[in-house]
């Protein structure tokens, strides 16, 4: 089962393939019922952990409001607790010189207790 | 005693033309934008965008911009998922954004019960006394704890609104009566 989101005006698209076991998020996330929007990842996570042992996720995110911050640990949370924090990969995406995103991601990576791999890309537009 | 609905968007509204005036009587401020009434989601992304637009027009820093963007969407979604309805069943509220030559100045202002006005006092009161450290493990600490409210709220506006600012956030109380008051936020955004 692959998931998909599309992009919408407030919230980041979101795609899990399952044959490679990789979960994507990318663009802006402020909607006002969050945990209605990232419920949908827990149904694939779900699925995902029966079949493989490994999940990479990678972020890259424009902008988040705080209560998606925390819908999105809530989200990493959870994927933890179904592999283990020793077989999650996450790579952690920001625009160059975005310091307020790269530290979400360091906090986030703080409490998971899970190294992320920090890329900073050209600004886009 | 229910306040009624005219005496209700009276208080709001003097406290809002009492920011315009204050925001327009230096020759060096405008307001670039403003809006008072009711919040849509759809109002609320198009306000986000525009200003960010407007910034990055006006030579702001990528940075600055951002987190405009994000006291913004704070501010505004708070409007929407925590301020009451008058007795006419409206959630009257408004925003204003001043640019100064050295700080943008975002007024937020909607309706909540009076009740609340001392417990809402004590929170930022609390997070001006605090180092920026402080308040970088105070939103560590809520974020710890995760909670998201039915309401949507994860009790992280005002701290990230202030983290955001790097400056004191400003507040007044208009009682309209013992059950409702009009709250207005002020945040200093500086331009450097």
Request: net charge negative; glycine share 6%; with cysteine.
């Amino acid at each position: 089962m692959n998931l998909l989101i599309e992009l919408g005006k407030n919230t980041p698209k979101i795609s899990g393939d399952s044959a490679r076991s990789i979960l994507v998020i990318e663009g802006s996330s402020f909607p006002e019922n969050v945990q209605k929007f990232y419920t949908p990842i827990n149904v694939w996570l779900d699925s995902i952990a029966k079949k493989s042992s490994t999940l990479n996720i990678d972020c890259k995110f424009y902008y988040i409001a705080s209560s998606s911050i925390i819908a999105v640990l809530k989200t990493l949370q959870y994927a933890e607790k179904l592999f283990g924090s020793s077989n999650i990969s996450i790579k952690w995406r920001y625009e160059e010189a975005d310091d307020d995103i790269r530290k979400i991601g360091e906090d986030f990576s703080h409490l998971l207790g899970i190294e992320f791999e920090f890329i900073e890309e050209p600004e886009e537009g | 005693m229910k306040a009624s609905t005219n005496t209700t968007i009276e208080v709001c509204s003097s406290r809002y033309q009492k920011i315009c005036e204050d925001y327009t009587h230096s020759t060096t401020d405008k307001i670039i934008n403003s809006h008072f009434g009711e919040f849509s989601q759809d109002l609320v992304n198009t306000i986000s965008n525009d200003i960010e637009m407007f910034m990055l027009d006006a030579g702001d820093k990528k940075g600055t911009v951002k987190r405009m963007f994000s006291i913004l969407v704070e501010g505004l979604q708070n409007i929407r998922l925590h301020g009451e309805k008058g007795k006419d069943g409206h959630q009257t509220s408004f925003y204003a954004i001043d640019q100064g030559s050295d700080t943008y100045k975002i007024a937020l202002g909607n309706l909540i019960y009076t009740k609340s006005n001392k417990n809402i006092e004590t929170r930022i009161t609390e997070i001006n006394k605090m180092t920026r450290e402080e308040v970088k493990g105070l939103y560590m600490e809520v974020l710890t704890n995760g909670i998201i409210s039915n309401k949507g709220g994860a009790g992280l506006g005002f701290i990230t609104m202030a983290m955001k600012s790097n400056n004191n956030l400003d507040y007044y109380f208009d009682e309209i009566n013992n059950e409702l008051s009009c709250f207005t936020l002020i945040i200093t955004l500086d331009r450097k």
